[in-house]
Each structure stands twice: as structure tokens, then as C-alpha cells.
């Protein structure tokens, strides 16, 4: 028997989650009180649906096994797996996953795209099954990349974070449990250093927005897409691997290398970043910009797939 989303919220991560689990043969139940939604998502869908033809779709995997209902309630009822992605705001999130809460079947499972707020805060006003209340973070274009941070809170048990990581990798997701609840999960820390120094290197006139991203796709990038980081600073050892390389460079830490702390959001800086970054998009609008980023992102998973853990036989391995 297929399986049932709910979607509550269709903006960008809403809408992937939409296409990705229509793309895997699921029904969804999608409701917004926006009365232009519905429009927005079918051609969101429309749009993403090429990409998700060449990565592969499932049996049974149709756009018009969408519908569109008027109430939360109704959207959460039979639904299997219930995806929030109200705008990120405490109040918000706190009062959207207390009604679904209220709603749901007492098994299904209830994730936050949440990309900063700890699930605990997210489970206080979840007075049936707070347990079940999760975050459940995602990554743009949520219908190509595979990763899914689950996080559970004070109230969640084994038994729900397994069950989650069944449903999410139904969704063909590679989920990633987070052993311990902290603001920004595992992922979106990562990014914001990166964000911070890169912004603090435009501040300081060292290069260009244009000239940072190149930094990153033609070098970091291109392994980050593979090993990540410390597999990375694994192989940068030579063959006595991760001890040789911190051994060598480690005393470098403490260099003062970096500017975590972030710069001040001047006027200055916020048209320096603008203005760079339209002059990387050279006038293509971003539905533009969302195929072409789509089309390089079918290619490299086809080919990054042949590399996973799995294909070398190492079962069970992130």
C-alpha cells in the first residue's frame, strides 16, 4: 500500500518535499492557506519534474496524485509522515505542530524542515504524541538531495527516530540521526561558517562573491561533493593519513586565519553582495537557474552513487 505525505507550508522546501515524494510513487496531501498555492506547486512540480525523470522515478509516480485540501486538519488525518514548513519562527512552528499534533493518527510521524530551532522547544505545545515531533531538516532542491538530519527531542524515544529513518529513506533520503539536539543541527553550522568568512572576504575587499564561489567549485567543492571534510584532511596526510596531517598542520589553528564572528550587515555590505551576485546570475531568472543547477546536480549524483559506501559493498555506512 502506497504511503501518504502531508505538506503543510508549500514554499521552496515545501514544494520539494511535494515533488520528491510524488517522484517516489507517494500520495500528498499538500494545504496553504495562500489561495495561489496550489498554482505555485503544480508548477514548481512542473518545473523539477525533467530532473527527477533522469534521476529515476518510482512505480506508480504521478504529479496528479497531489491534492490540495482547505484545512490542516484535513491534510493531516490519514497521512503517514507529516512534513512542517511554516516560516521559521518559534511562535509559528510552536502553534502549526501543536494542531497537527492534535490531528494526526497517533503513529504518524511529524517533521520540521526546521533548519535552526531545537525539536524540545518544538515539542512543548504537543500534548498527545510529543515523541513523534522531530526535526527532520533538508537540503535545496529537497527532491534531488538525499539528505535529511533527524533530531528528537526531550520526549522522543528509539522507537520514533526508527521509525522516521524508515520513512525517510522511503522518500529515498539518506537520513542522518543527530545524536544530541543543538541550534543549527550538523549541516547549516557547517554553512554558516563558510557564510560568515566568505561575507567578512567580500567586507574586506580581499575578492569578489563571483570569485568565492569559484574558490569553492573548482577546488574544495569538487572534493567536499565526495570525502567531505576530515576524509578530506585524511588523505592531505599522505599514507599515515589523519595523525600526520593534524601533526603538520595543526599548530595552524591557531593562526588567526578565520573571522567566525560574523561582520555587521551594513548597507555597503548587503550591495556589494547583491550587486555580485546578480552579476553572477547575468540576468537568467531563477527558474532558469533552478534547471541548470538541477541538470548538474543528476549528473554528479549518477556518478557520485557509483562511489557511495554502499557500492563498495560497505552496507550501512553513512
Not at 77 to 96: F, G, H, S, Y
Request: hydrophobic share 45%.
Amino acid at each position: 500500500m502506497s504511503k501518504q505525505l502531508a505538506v503543510i507550508g508549500t514554499g521552496v522546501i515545501g514544494n520539494g518535499w511535494i515533488a520528491r515524494a510524488l517522484a517516489q510513487g507517494w500520495d500528498v496531501v499538500a494545504y496553504d492557506p495562500d489561495p495561489q498555492a496550489p498554482t505555485r506547486t503544480r508548477a514548481f512540480v512542473a518545473n523539477a519534474w525533467p530532473s527527477l525523470e533522469k534521476l529515476g522515478l518510482a512505480v506508480g509516480a504521478d504529479p496528479a496524485r497531489l491534492t490540495f485540501v482547505d484545512s490542516l486538519e484535513q491534510a493531516v488525518k490519514e497521512a503517514d509522515l507529516i512534513q512542517e514548513n511554516v516560516p521559521e519562527r518559534i511562535d509559528i512552528k510552536r502553534e502549526t505542530l501543536s494542531a497537527i499534533d492534535a490531528a494526526a493518527a497517533p503513529n504518524a510521524i511529524i517533521g520540521s524542515s526546521t533548519s535552526g530551532f531545537k525539536p524540545t522547544e518544538l515539542q512543548t505545545d504537543c500534548h498527545n504524541h510529543p515523541g513523534r515531533v522531530m526535526v527532520a531538516h533538508p537540503f535545496n532542491p529537497v527532491y534531488l538531495l538525499p539528505l535529511v538530519e533527524l533530531v528528537g527531542g526531550e520526549a522522543t524515544q528509539s522507537d520514533h527516530i526508527d521509525c522516521a529513518h524508515a520513512l525517510y529513506q522511503a522518500l529515498a533520503m539518506r537520513p542522518l540521526v543527530v545524536k544530541r539536539e543543538i541550534e543549527g543541527h550538523i549541516a547549516d553550522r557547517l554553512m554558516e561558517a563558510l557564510w560568515r568568512e566568505a561575507l567578512h572576504l567580500v567586507n574586506d575587499g580581499v575578492a569578489t562573491t563571483e570569485e568565492i564561489d569559484a574558490a569553492v567549485v573548482y577546488g574544495c567543492g569538487l572534493r567536499w561533493s565526495l570525502m567531505g571534510t576530515f576524509l578530506t584532511f585524511h588523505l592531505a596526510g599522505g599514507e599515515q593519513g589523519m595523525r600526520h596531517m593534524l601533526e603538520q598542520f595543526g599548530p595552524a589553528l591557531k593562526l588567526p586565519w578565520t573571522k567566525l564572528e560574523a561582520p555587521e550587515l551594513t548597507d555597503e555590505l548587503i550591495d556589494k553582495v547583491v550587486e555580485g551576485c546578480e552579476h553572477q546570475a547575468a540576468g537568467r531568472p531563477v527558474s532558469e537557474l533552478d534547471r541548470r543547477r538541477d541538470a548538474f546536480l543528476v549528473e554528479l549524483l549518477d556518478l557520485a552513487q557509483k562511489y557511495w559506501p554502499e557500492a563498495e559493498g560497505l552496507e550501512g555506512r553513512i
